[in-house]
């Protein structure tokens, strides 16, 4: 049966409503012809209901200005597949109704809603005289289908070409659009935000204002949220919420502690509020101000909320109070997998992957459906751990007990995990044989595995694979010229420098954080800025002396710069882990746990100096670095070196 939204029959109702059913029992029959006919019936009933109901309520329509609401919000209301849209647009059709505009727009959205934007292009292309609504429509359609660029392409279509000018409703689609961080899309959002001011609409309405502090976080561009949050006229909750967000999203934990202390001064937090704020405490390793709010929390009951709850465990599982994190996991309602997902990680990031898969099973016991999330947990604990095993184990019932397609995420996470345990051929032939394109994070697993291990022709291919879909990333430069240093061919360190000093890229300095008397204190490497400055080059330099005695060997293949041993040996001693282990000394009671919180990877030889300063000093010393945790304790790590 061929339609066109053209079709204007005006035959009989009768014979409309033989038409309609003749074609929803074609469907039917080729739908369920292979099911036993006691299964089908129901079915073929229910629908047959539905159409003959539907036919209905459009005859009771005779003209435009009816209440079409009424009876097409029963018509759509039951339209939850593709082939059921597809026979309730041969109604419309038929029925005499394909140039209704209204009817148009609504078909144009129930094909997004069921994941079929070509269909929605189709019928909106042949809607003659399109308004301001259908125009929203096609918009709406392709940001809830994911084609963002065609969503922005399709506004300036309407800009430009329909002489109909866009309205407020346009622009919540259209800045959602912009927020994807795609190449070139940062000049439409200067665009639209353009537009935006221009119509006043910030100023009138606090929710644009929201949308596009909330856009310019989503592309990272935080100085511009910022500044567009400052010229918010109102703020209410929901602006607060959105700029601290923003910054724990990007990684600026210190400022949205910084605007959520700002903001209990102006307005009460909220659920999302909490959500938004004890992320950026759990990435700076505060722990007494998380567990401040855990008090207000637990005063309010919020705290068995399924999402403030699991931030909760989050955060104490980041800040290395796993047992605390445990109880509330414990207490939080575990019907979904957001809570499990949450523990079953910071098990992984303590290196307990037994502990972690030992969840897991009992999570599937639970009858809990693990998601994708899930898997990335368990496959970088394994990774973590060492278990190759149980990772391909992992990998395997993903597939295929529960039809989780890998993404990117795991597939790095497997490769890291042979990498690490020395297979690197089979990390290189696993990344052959992976069916969709390798990006930067499994390439960068094998360049990471590389550098353990000291393979430098696969880590040269590896980077070169690297610098081609990821060239800007300045971490991978740094890694492939740690390589090259590691066996002292500094041509080839300066080679790699060179090549991204001209790109203009520069290395992300490395800073520790450690929390004393209720403040954080952040070091960088060399610093000489702190006020106790000269106690903590002191106490370096007398643990340094008494390390030696025990048989520390500074290892210089850390130093990256071709310098003397004595000014390697300085350069290793300032590093900013150190630094922050030195101010913990001098600053807490004595054999009092210290918690160190670094940006980057811990270095080989404050991994060993570490050791020896918890033996030194009987502490036990919690460095959390940006891949795992480190337990120091009597002289040995939780690692296990691994």
């Known amino acids: 049966m061929r339609l066109s939204m053209e079709s204007g029959d005006k035959t009989s109702s009768w014979d409309n409503t033989r038409r309609v059913e003749g074609f929803a029992g074609f469907g039917l029959v080729s739908t369920y012809r292979s099911r036993h006919i006691s299964e089908s019936l129901p079915l073929f009933q229910a629908r047959r209901t539905l159409f003959s109901t539907s036919v209905n309520a459009l005859q009771r329509t005779s003209d435009e200005d009816g209440d079409k609401r009424i009876d097409f919000d029963r018509l759509f209301k039951s339209c939850n597949r593709l082939h059921l849209a597809k026979l309730l647009h041969a109604l419309v059709v038929v029925a005499g109704k394909a140039r209704s505009i209204f009817f148009s727009a609504k078909l144009v959205n129930v094909y997004a809603y069921l994941g079929d934007v070509s ?10 005289n399109k308004d301001v609504y259908t125009w929203n429509s096609m918009v709406s359609a392709y940001v809830r289908t994911g084609h963002f660029r065609e969503a922005v392409d399709c506004f300036y279509q309407f800009f430009l070409t329909s002489g109909l000018r866009p309205d407020f409703y346009t622009f919540a689609p259209v800045l959602k659009a912009c927020k994807n961080p795609l190449d070139g899309m940062r000049i439409h959002c200067l665009s639209v935000h353009g537009f935006v001011m221009r119509r006043g609409w910030i100023l009138k309405d606090v929710i644009s204002g929201n949308s596009v502090v909330d856009m310019y976080s989503k592309l990272g561009d935080m100085s511009s949220a910022g500044a567009v949050f400052e010229a918010l006229p109102v703020k209410d909750v929901v602006s607060w919420n959105t700029l601290i967000t923003g910054y724990t999203q990007n990684g600026l934990a210190s400022e949205a502690i910084e605007v959520f202390d700002m903001m209990q001064k102006e307005i009460a937090p909220n659920q999302a509020t909490w959500v938004s704020i004890l992320p950026a405490y759990s990435n700076i390793g505060a722990l007494q101000q998380g567990m401040r709010v855990h008090g207000l929390l637990v005063k309010s009951s919020l705290y068995l909320d399924i999402f403030v709850g699991t931030c909760l465990i989050d955060m104490y599982g980041k800040c290395g109070k796993l047992d605390d994190a445990m109880s509330l996991f414990y207490e939080v309602p575990k019907m979904t997998s957001v809570p499990w997902n949450a523990i079953i990680s910071c098990h992984g990031i303590h290196g307990h992957a037994e502990k972690a898969i030992k969840l897991f099973r009992e999570m599937r016991e639970e009858r809990v459906k693990p998601d994708h999330v899930t898997f990335v947990s368990l496959l970088s604990a394994c990774s973590h751990s060492g278990l190759v095993e149980e990772g391909q184990w992992c990998f395997n019932v993903m597939r295929e007990e529960y039809g989780i397609e890998p993404i990117l995420k795991h597939y790095g996470c497997m490769v890291d995990m042979f990498g690490r345990a020395g297979h690197l051929e089979k990390a290189y032939n696993f990344i ?16 990471g595995a590389c550098r353990i291990h000291g393979n430098i022709d696969l880590g040269a291919f590896a980077s070169e694979r690297l610098f081609q ?15 090259y240093a590691n066996i002292g061919k500094w041509e080839g360190v300066d080679k790699v420098r060179t090549l991204a000093r001209d790109m203009g890229l520069r290395k992300t300095p490395g800073w520790s954080s450690i929390e004393a008397n209720n403040k954080v204190d952040v070091f960088y490497t060399g610093n000489q800025s702190h006020p106790k400055c000269e106690e903590i080059y002191k106490e370096l330099r007398n643990l340094n002396a008494k390390m030696k005695s025990l048989g520390y060997v500074p290892d210089y293949s850390f130093v990256l710069q071709d310098v003397e041993e004595d000014e390697k040996e300085h350069i290793l001693m300032s590093h900013s882990e150190r630094l922050a282990i030195a101010f913990g000394i ?31 000093t009987e502490r036990e010393i919690i460095v959390r670095d940006s891949n795992r945790f480190h337990h120091f304790k009597d002289g040995v790590c939780s690692c296990s070196d691994y």
């Not at 269909?119 to 003659?128: A, G, M, V």
């Not at 969709?436 to 960068?444: F, H």
């Not at 807490?588 to 030194?616: E, M, Q, W």
């Open 119 to 128: 269909f929605s292009r189709r019928t909106f292309d042949q809607i003659p």
């Open 432 to 447: 052959k044989d992976m069916p969709v394109k390798p990006d930067a994070s499994v390439w960068g697993a094998l360049l």
């Open 469 to 483: 879909v990821d060239s800007e990333n300045v971490g991978y430069y740094v890694l492939m010229s740690n390589i």
């Open 586 to 616: 001098i600053s807490t009671p004595p054999k009092t746990p210290i918690r160190i919180f670094k940006n980057l990877r811990v270095c080989g030889d404050c991994h060993n100096a570490t050791k020896y300063i918890s033996k030194i």
